[in-house]
């Protein structure tokens, strides 16, 4: 049965790595979803690994997860689900930006120990961290190349502006990607990165294509992708990873834990919308910036989760109490140098006191570092969500 997959995967559709000869899946595969190793639940393990498998047997080598994810839980996972196919996949992994020099010399050994491997394919700052050099990040990442620990470098949520700067740096050769997310909610990399990525022939990793399983959009908008769908015998979730996937060098990399939604995602790489379709599609799910009154916002403990320490005032905001890296503060002094950064996304209020129009769900230390770096003066470019209930 295996052998027979492998050969249906290795029709999959891969995508040439930025200018590199390397070709990966343009569908691949997040790693997160089983939780932390203290709290896991063997059960839930054991599919995460399965499923893992069974989309690498449908030609979806690309893994992507980081030493955060599930505090490493998530890297130890994809070890266990790559043992004795170390040579069939393409490891991405990232490393959290507040690690200097040292830490990220430190750092990849804890990924390849967890991974169980001597090398790493993709290694990724996760974040832009303006309190750290790019260039002190770029040297040890060159280093680890030397050392045959890492075979490519990339970034993951970068601007293009941070992401020229990076480049500059980095003399061994190209930095062959940028991980950003990009789903019909989130289409600001339209914008920017991925005209980017056109014209400098780097990949674009598409994250969150499912927009973390929040789907709730309007009834016409649902049918839309369902008629669509229909006439290619698929389903809606197909016709979003090809319409991701559309763009020249954007791949992408949804997360799920479940067998049947695997094999869609697997298929879906092969499957080609038409010109029309694709127009559709890009029309009718418009997010708009909007530039929104910073008091008119209001900050609250939405969705709350451990993993997401929330500051809903200003003064919280610049002590960090949480040590978040970048903090609020570094952040502004990066909108103090003209840094863009992505709008925020907005809800409608459940507030009744008329205080607030909108709650905040998604960007709060975007949110805090624009307020910092304008005292609270300047409107903020935002996108107004017709859904709730994101994480962040
Ligand atoms: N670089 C970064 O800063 C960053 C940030 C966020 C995410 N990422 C990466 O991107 C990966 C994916 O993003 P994500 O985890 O945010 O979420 P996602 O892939 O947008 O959405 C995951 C959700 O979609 C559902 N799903 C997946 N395939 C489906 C299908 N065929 N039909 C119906 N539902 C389906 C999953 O449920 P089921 O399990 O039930 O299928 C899950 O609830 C992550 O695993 C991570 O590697 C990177």
Redesign the pocket.
Known sequence: MTAILWLFGNRMLCKKLGSTSEKISAVG?????AGRRSTAIAELVKRRID?LKLGIDLGMSFL???ES?EEGH?EEITGKAIKGMRDKVFIGT?FEPGHKFQGIINAIEGSLRRLGTDYIDLY?V??PNPAIPISETILAMSKLIEQGKVRYIGM??FTPNEFEIAQSYFKQGQIVSN???Y?LYHRSAEADIIPFSERNNFTV?A???????NFAMEDSKQRLLNSIAKRYEI?A??VI?SWIISRPTVIT??????A???R??AA?ADIKLLEEDIQTINKTFISECQLIETDRIRVINYDIDETHPIYTTLKEAIENKFNIKPSPVDLAAEINMETILKPVELIETSDKSGQYDYDLVHGRIRFWAWVIAYNGNKRIPAIILDYTGRAD
Do not use: C, R
């Open positions: 595969q997040g790693t997160n979803g499923v992507d997860t980081a994810y998530a990232k990724q996760h974040w993951s949520n991980q950003v997310e789903n990793i994250y969150s294509p499912f927009n973390q399983g389903n979730y197909q990873l990399i949804p997360m799920t834990m479940n049947q939604h695997v869609e995602n879906a």
